[in-house]
């Protein structure tokens, strides 16, 4: 299909909400089958939390961990809720790829021809790579057991999935805006990379903000994955947070409140 024929469908049919779940469901049912014919789309969700594991608590465990006063066992504690803070970041740049990917193999050209709701298309991707997230984030959870992550406040582990999912829904909504604007999924992974690298290691993800510079302390206040990382560790393993806890709420909040509707805009209206 051609992207005249594409703008040729009206852009914003009347269509109930009834309806836009059904094709919703419809779309996420598409979705699962193309991961199951294609099972190497998962590689990234399977992987990342085995490598990302191993590698900082074997390679920076000893000297970070001492930092902590504990060792590698304390840096275990610290880093899990640290990683599984960073896993949404981690999908959310994937899903804006793929998108692109749909749009320039012409997919999304025979979606936009459709009577079906313009947001089932981008709600179905969401939800995909939500159900990605939540593999990841189990996978995340067993290699943390097996390197000594204790377990002991189950409803906290639990709510801590649920706030990383939240945050990671709301940076789709970026993402999702980029693979519609971006000319190729290549530019798409170096715009996320250039936007996540800093995020990621200026945080408290890795490491205690404490031996930073003074400048870099400063970012890290105001950097909302340093709130979700800091939630996640409290709510698993103890400590503050309500404070927190309610800057990643409002964060997940606003940006899905602005870049939702953005990326729909543009996915309607693009040529």
Do not use: C
Not at 228 to 256: F, Y
């Amino acid at each position: 299909m051609s992207a005249a024929t594409a703008a040729a469908t009206p852009a914003d049919p009347r269509i109930p909400l009834r309806s836009h779940l059904r094709h919703t469901g419809a779309l996420v049912r598409r979705n699962l089958l193309w991961i199951r014919q294609d099972p190497e789309s998962m590689f990234d969700a399977v992987l990342f939390p085995i490598v990302f594991t191993l590698l900082f608590v074997y390679v920076f465990g000893g000297s970070i961990g001492q930092a902590l006063g504990g060792g590698q066992d304390a840096y275990v504690q610290y880093i899990v809720p640290g990683l599984m803070a960073m896993m949404g970041m981690n999908m959310a740049q994937g899903v804006g790829t793929g998108f692109n990917q749909d749009f320039n193999t012409g997919v999304m050209d025979r979606f936009r021809s459709l009577p079906i709701g313009r947001g089932s298309v981008l709600f179905a991707k969401v939800a995909v790579e939500l159900v990605r997230m939540l593999i990841a984030t189990v996978i995340l959870m067993v290699v943390g057991v097996l390197v000594g992550f204790d377990i002991t406040d189950w409803p906290g582990l639990l709510a801590a999935v649920g706030l990383s999912a939240l945050f990671g829904t709301a940076l789709m909504w970026i993402f999702l805006t980029l693979g519609v604007v971006m000319k190729n999924a290549q530019s798409v992974q170096a715009m996320g990379f250039l936007v996540l690298m800093p995020l990621q290691f200026g945080s408290s993800i890795f490491a205690p903000p404490q031996s930073m510079p003074g400048w870099l302390q400063a970012f890290t206040d105001y950097n909302p994955l340093s709130s979700l990382a800091d939630a996640a560790r409290g709510l698993m393993v103890g400590g503050p947070v309500a404070h927190d806890l309610w800057m990643t709420v409002a964060w997940s909040v606003a940006i899905t409140a602005v870049m939702a509707p953005v990326a729909v805009h543009k996915f309607r209206t693009r040529s």
